[in-house]
């Protein structure tokens, strides 16, 4: 009975760990033109974000970012100095990819799990003699994840021209894939997406939603 209730100390050396991600985002902070670097930010070393792509990238105070993470801003885009914005006290998960030629925002409070990629453009391959990656970019839309949400692991919003809007305090469940907006309040898994659940603030719950309803409405 002790055994199973004694307390396991941390591991000393994860420290030096946390050490590490303090001096990497103080380098960050100090040396790279952000757009704007908000208070008590933290940036895991291992995480992949170009100096001079920092320029068009924008962190809130507690912004954190896991393992792993790339931020992506494209330059030539005209129109849009700031490109990818986060939030006060957004998290992002392991390995998540923000890759942004327009501009995504992401409010505050979002929340990342692992593995998700959110995309405001794609690559060119209308023609077939040339290799996709010589083809460069659509020309894209923006996109826009309000205040509270969660995206599940492995989820994508990818948007190729116009506005996509995920609103407030909306559930995107693991591996779906979004391409259209979604209703604040609105839990959406599949692929293509689509709403399996709204809250009804006037019967205070989360109900269940026909299938024939979709993420555009």
């Known amino acids: 009975m002790e055994a199973a209730t004694r307390v ?10 946390r050490l590490a991600i303090k001096l990497n985002t103080l380098w960050l902070m100090s040396t ?12 895991h070393y ?24 790339w931020l992506s801003a494209l330059p030539g885009s005209e129109g849009f100095e700031t490109k990818i914005v986060l ?8 390995r998540s990819m923000i890759s942004a030629r327009n501009r ?3 409010e505050a409070d979002v929340l990342l799990s692992p593995s998700v990629l959110i995309m ?11 290799p996709i990656h010589s083809q460069g970019t659509t020309d894209g839309g923006t996109i826009t994840v309000g205040q509270n949400c969660w995206l ?7 948007c190729n021209s116009g506005s996509l809007t995920v609103g407030r305090n909306s559930v995107i469940g693991a591996n779906a894939v979004v391409t259209r907006s979604v209703p604040p309040y609105s839990v959406v898994a599949g692929n293509p997406a689509r709403v399996i659940r709204k809250y009804e603030p006037q019967a205070g719950r ?5 299938s024939e309803d979709s993420v555009s409405e």
Do not use: M
């Open 8 to 17: 396991i100390p941390e591991d000393p050396l994860c420290f030096l760990s």
């Open 104 to 106: 995504i925002v992401l």
């Open 120 to 130: 405001d453009h794609n690559h060119k391959y209308s023609d077939p003699d040339t």
């Open 32 to 43: 790279y033109p952000f757009a704007s670097f908000g208070k008590r930010v933290s940036i």
């Open 206 to 210: 989360w109900v269940t939603v026909p």
């Open 87 to 94: 939030g006060s006290g957004c998290l992002i998960g392991r």
């Open 152 to 158: 599940g692991y492995g989820a994508a919003i990818l």
């Open 46 to 69: 291992s995480c992949d974000i170009q100096r001079p792509l920092s320029k068009y990238i924008s962190l809130g105070d507690r912004v954190c970012l896991a393992p792993d993470v």
